[in-house]
T-cell receptor
């Protein structure tokens, strides 16, 4: 499975847009990009998934350039409750049993 | 009610004891997983099961065993607990292939301390 690289931590303020970039240089043709959010002492929660270009849902947007070697999770107008760890995962849709989480990005949203 | 439940939520046990962590789900998913998370780190897969008759080892299965008693139940056992198995344990479920986005649904976690 493609290895991912994310910033260890990020700081932001309430109301700002936050962009977390993930590098996955060895992404395979059949790999999808998925992002999870985890609050302290809770299980991860699925945020968004995409293959190419842009995907948007009620929570976030995912931007994937044409070469797919990176992706950016965009959180619009963050609030204090968005403080969490965000994980970028890359893998084929037919082998979800091998989710590899890595250490993620710790986002701290300040008042 | 939660879709994925885990019992117990917290457990302190002594080295050498056998302990079982239980997971139940009401989502009707075929696939179930057990992960452990150590402080400041991501999750690591211990075991996974695609259906009642299918059990597979993950990346860190040594020292653990599992039982898939029914579609909705997946238990993790530590036959002889050791201190470095102190961690947060998560159960998760997912749909089978062809069911759309392959997200996993996680339980609330079990905090296990081995003294």
């Amino acid at each position: 499975l493609a290895k991912t690289t994310q910033p260890i931590s990020m700081d932001s303020y309430e109301g700002q847009e936050v962009n977390i970039t993930c590098s996955h240089n060895n992404i395979a043709t059949n790999d999808y990009i998925t992002w999870y959010q985890q609050f302290p002492s809770q299980g991860p929660r699925f945020i968004i998934q995409g293959y190419k270009t842009k995907v948007t849902n009620e929570v976030a947007s995912l931007f994937i350039p044409a070469d797919r070697k990176s992706s950016t999770l965009s959180l619009p107008r963050v609030s204090l409750s968005d403080t969490a760890v965000y994980y970028c995962l890359v893998g084929p849709m037919d082998s979800s049993y091998k989710l590899i989480f890595g250490s993620g990005t710790r986002l701290l949203v300040r008042p | 009610d939660a879709d994925v439940t885990q019992t117990p939520r917290n457990r302190i046990t002594k080295t050498g004891k056998r302990i079982m962590l239980e997971c139940s789900q009401t989502k009707g998913h075929d696939r179930m997983y057990w992960y452990r998370q150590d402080p400041g780190l991501g999750l690591r897969l211990i075991y996974y099961s695609f259906d009642v008759k299918d059990i597979n080892k993950g990346e860190i299965s040594d020292g653990y065993s599992v039982s898939r008693q029914a579609q909705a139940k997946f238990s993790l056992s530590l036959e002889s607990a050791i201190p470095n198995q102190t961690a947060l344990y998560f159960c998760a479920t997912s749909d089978s292939p062809g069911q759309g986005a392959r997200e996993q649904y996680f339980g609330p976690g079990t905090r296990l301390t081995v003294t």
